[in-house]
């Protein structure tokens, strides 16, 4: 890395106030432990304290957050040593829904807005009432504890009352988003058999309207655990519901369910009681069914909007998703901390490409979560939200998805708000949670991700062993209460240890390339299995992203390791702004700012200009399937992928064929 541009890094951008610094969740929480355990005040002795006394750290977190249960645990720790294999809070009683309803008052529970600027709003008494029609109902049809349900829905309060409905049963949810095709649906939901199925009739994008019942009687045809289809109508309020009452199941529009006397029921279940089932993305074969505990989703979720987010009864937390990402919810488990969750179903860019800051700015969201390539584009787009609109209630803006660049630290900070706290975050469907991410209490430094994770033993390893200051594989040396159940249908959990605990015995891998910083803070370099090679030096892909990033003329960027004449070397890909071509001269500018700001081990051996990029049904670039369509080998599923044709961009190449 060239000095200067390190010099860079770590920068300090952003300092908490004293007085919000004081009246933070998270300093509240440090003070009640301290005197109690005897621990400095400081972040970093808390973090310590936190992994290494994690049996404490998380009874602490049940007590102060007032996790409603019917049995307290016989203990908070079985098998303290096993990773995979350690039991949490055994013996407890408790259920999900149940810790996010615990508010039936008027305050707004959920705000949801349309691209076309249709909103509508629920009260925590609105959608406790909702929730416990549809759980009636549920039950009256048979649905019982360890059933599972799908949801082929969209971002609506719907999708939120069905899922809540589900889980005070002990039920189990699992949702794909509308843009998943008849395919994407099918890999997923045929591995679990789901009983009921909720879908939407169609949805808005882009300012157009795409049906979806044609692809949902599909789904039901070639599902045959599917008994009932309840349709939500979002296009059109009488939708046609021919094809899916040919298929011989029960169907039923929402607004049919009866209501009931019956008051809402909530299921006391253990702690590791399956909650919902997420899915890889699938690229490398069929999606792997990640099941996730209802304790560990919920006592992880608090700890993360709480503490790490410092999220109070009078926030409005938005998070930009579908509810085919985990950030969905990651999103939902607000409801426990009293918030209002704030839901947006459309493009991010329509019918302006500021729609968003204009949404965040007229309902006042104070906690606005993102993607890396979202703050990306509105800044190759040169949109000023911070003089455009009344920002002044937004205090965090989170982002995830990829590695955030140096260069979106800098436009925050200078073209959306000043006073903000800028989080990167970084963990994974996987965990549906983070291992490093905010912290309202430490500084945001330029190009770094805070910190690590209250309770998260994240280490970097190079050799099996810990290291600071190098870059190595982002790992977690002991239990935390989100790690999945294992994956569906898998009684041995070879899958699940193969993928996470095969590279290194009893410790977790993510698979991300990874740094800890001299500030204690995390930098991301991308996919440890994307890390390119050449001449035996390992690179991290984000590190040419960030400073492709810079160049005007580039909007996206993807590169990947080609084999060549015994060796490694670097190919890029650019996705360049209309009427701009790939000349000698963008050829050189390119290179010339990767050598300045990298080395010269990182200067692509080719720059070819493409149409497109293709990236999964989550908005991520898949570099592994550009890499196996470069060198001639199968991609394995292509329909895990949202654009899969954009791979076409990349196949035969000529320039690929020459020194």
Known sequence: MNESDADQIGEILWQPQD??????????????????????????????????ASEDFWQELWSQFDVICSQSADKVL???????GANWFPGARLNYAENLLRYADDLTAIIFRLESGEERRLSYKELHSEVARHANWLRDCGVTKGDRVGGYMANLPETIVAFLAVSSIGAIWSSCSPDFGVKGVMERFVQIKPKVL???????????????????????????????????????????????????????????IPDSSKPLEFAQLPFEHPLYILYSSGTTGVPKCIVHSAGGALLQHLKE?????????????FYFTTCGWMMWNWLV??????????????????????????????????IFGTSARYLAACSKARLNPGEEYDLSALKAILSTGSPLAPESF???????????????ISGGTDIVSCFVLGNPLRPVRRGEIQGRGLGMAVEVFIDGKPVNGQRGELVCTKPFPSMPI???????????????????????AQGDYAEITENDGMIIYGRSDAVLNPGGVRIGTAEIYRQVEKIDAVLESICIGQIWANDVRIILFVLLREGVVLDNALKAEIRKVIKDNTTSRHLPKKIIAVKDIPRTLSGKIVELAVRNVVHGDPVKNTEALANPEALDNFRNLPELQEN
């Open 410 to 424: 800098d436009y925050v900070y200078t073209k959306v708000k000043k006073d903000v706290m800028l989080s990167s």
């Open 305 to 317: 909007h709480r503490l790490h987010c410092d999220v109070k009864r009078q926030d409005r937390l």
């Open 486 to 508: 294992g994956f569906w249908g898998e009684p041995d959990n070879s899958r699940y240890i193969e993928a996470y605990f095969s590279r290194f015995e009893g410790v977790w």
């Open 19 to 52: 007085s919000a610094y004081a009246e933070s969740n998270m300093s509240i929480f440090i003070n009640n432990i301290c005197g109690k355990y005897n621990i400095n005040s400081d972040y970093e002795s808390v973090y310590r304290w936190s992994v290494d």
């Open 78 to 84: 079985e098998n303290a040593s096993a990773m995979p």
């Open 198 to 256: 909720y879908t939407i009739d169609g949805y808005h994008y882009n300012g157009k309207q795409h049906d979806v019942i044609a692809s949902a009687a599909e789904v039901v045809n070639q599902i045959d655990s599917i008994e009932k289809v309840v349709v939500v109508p979002f296009l059109n309020s009488s939708p046609e519901l021919a094809p899916l009452k040919k298929t011989g199941r029960d169907v039923y529009l929402s607004g049919d």
């Open 333 to 366: 488990s607000g409801l426990a901390s009293g918030c209002s969750i704030v839901l947006y179903e459309g493009s991010p860019f329509f019918p302006r490409r500021r729609s968003l800051w204009q949404f965040a700015s007229e309902v006042g969201i104070t």
